[in-house]
């Protein structure tokens, strides 16, 4: 299968800075990337979609000025965390499609804010 | 996307073929079954997709029925490696990648 890889794979921050995380599509070109979060013992959130070239589309409740999105190519997205807050700290993730359709993710990025 | 329900959790002795049901009754026609596992701390791994015959790879079996209401992915032999969080997902196939809305999944422990 494709590969998807993401970095760091944890982080530490204070809270106020900010963070960012990196998302690549290793073996194959990624037309859309999408961010997930992931609380303790829940399931996978959907934050946005991202297409290569374009601007974000955020889910409903997820704030756009806090988590910003790069796509600048077709194997890199990147996902900012602005002004972390201890409420921020979460399990991100990351996956990539493209002519595939199939999404494929990255291993995720722990981040805790202290 | 079709709604899907998932029993929380299962049990499987380590050799034995393990057997996760998904109810998707509400499923539309041009909606795929897609099959993920997410072992614990990591990224969701992709297992297999199907939309109404029966498929099979190099890691599971997918049996649709007929209605298409319900599926079943099968590990013919499981090992203690496939612990994890199997989510059943439906969705449409648009010709590029779309989002994808996890449920709950079932959470299956092999066992020695």
């Known amino acids: 299968g494709a590969v998807v890889s993401q970095h760091p794979s944890r982080v530490i921050c204070k809270s106020g800075t900010s963070v960012k995380i990196e998302c690549r599509s290793l073996?194959?070109?990624?037309?859309?990337m999408f961010w997930y979060r992931q609380f303790p013992k829940q399931s996978l959130m959907l934050m946005a979609t991202?297409?290569?070239?374009?601007?974000?589309?955020?889910e409903q409740g997820v704030e756009k000025d806090k988590f910003l999105i790069n796509h600048a190519s077709l194997t890199l997205s990147t996902l900012t965390v602005t002004s972390a807050h201890p409420e921020d700290s979460s399990f991100y993730i990351c996956?990539?499609?493209?002519?595939?359709?199939?999404?494929?993710f990255g291993p995720g990025t722990r981040l805790l804010v202290l | 996307d079709a709604k899907t329900t998932q029993p929380p959790s299962m049990d499987c002795a380590e050799g034995r073929a393990a057997n996760l049901p998904c109810n998707h009754s509400?499923?539309?026609?041009?909606?795929?079954v897609y099959w993920y596992r997410q072992i614990h701390s990591q990224g969701p791994q992709y297992i297999i997709h199907?939309?109404?015959n029966n498929e099979t790879n190099e890691m599971a079996s997918l049996i649709i029925t007929e209605d298409r209401k319900s599926s079943t992915l099968i590990l013919p032999h499981a090992t203690l490696r496939d612990t994890a969080v199997y989510y059943c997902?439906?969705?449409?196939?648009?010709?590029?990648?779309?989002?994808?809305?996890f449920g709950t999944g079932t959470r299956l422990q092999v066992t020695l």
């Open positions: 991202s297409n290569e070239g374009s601007k974000a589309t955020y």
């Open positions: 997902i439906v969705r449409v196939r648009t010709g590029t990648a779309s989002k994808l809305t």
């Open positions: 073996d194959f070109q990624a037309t859309t």
């Open positions: 199907g939309l109404k």
């Open positions: 996956s990539a499609g493209g002519v595939l359709e199939t999404q494929y």
């Open positions: 509400t499923i539309s026609g041009n909606e795929y």
